[in-house]
């Protein structure tokens, strides 16, 4: 059986507080775990059209994201199919152009992979900061479980990264 190429790609402002959890959830990805060949994971910013490369060269995107869907801060959303233009993309901020729009260029190019976005309603996205709310930090972990399910999910693994260096050493 031949596995999919999986991209959790992070998406969002990290100078926006809260819209930046899709970006600060890949760094806790990367800093936590290490995933089989067929798992790429992605800081993809506020890139836009620019990341369709990447999402084109993917046969599953799991998207990590702020996402206004109108439920309370800090509600968690599985989007998939057209739940997906409810994924938050500030028209009026530093987003290039959103990512329904860059999934769209990759279908009218034939690259459109199956997606599924994991998100998060942010409790603060207008104010300049590069910390994410403590709402916001509390569900950081249920928000990577969430994507780690995902990853299994699609046909990906993943285990616990070995810590290096000398606390490694002391810890044997």
Do not use: W
Not at 32 to 58: H, K, P, W
Not at 75 to 81: A, I, K, P, V
Not at 106 to 115: I, K
Not at 145 to 164: D, N, Q
Request: proline fraction near 4%.
């Amino acid at each position: 059986m031949e596995t999919k190429r999986i991209l959790v790609l992070g998406v969002g402002n990290i100078l926006l507080q809260d819209e930046g959890v899709g970006v600060r959830v890949v760094e806790a990805l990367e800093r936590q775990y290490v995933f089989s060949e067929n798992v790429e994971t992605m800081d993809g910013g506020t890139l836009g059209l620019r990341l369709m490369e990447a999402i084109g060269a993917c046969e599953y995107l799991i998207v990590v994201d702020a996402v206004l869907n109108g439920g309370p801060p800090g509600s968690q959303y599985r989007l998939t199919g057209d739940d997906l233009r409810k994924s938050l993309a500030f028209k009026n901020s530093l987003h290039q152009v959103d990512l329904v729009e860059t999934l769209a260029y990759c279908g009218l190019v034939g690259n459109r992979p199956e997606c599924v976005i994991v998100g998060v309603e942010p409790k603060e996205y207008t104010a300049y900061s590069d910390v994410l709310t403590s709402m916001i930090q509390e569900k950081m972990e249920h928000i990577i479980r969430e994507v780690l399910k995902e990853v299994a999910a699609a046909g990906g693994t993943y285990s616990p990264r070995v810590p290096e260096g000398p606390a490694a050493v002391q810890e044997k």
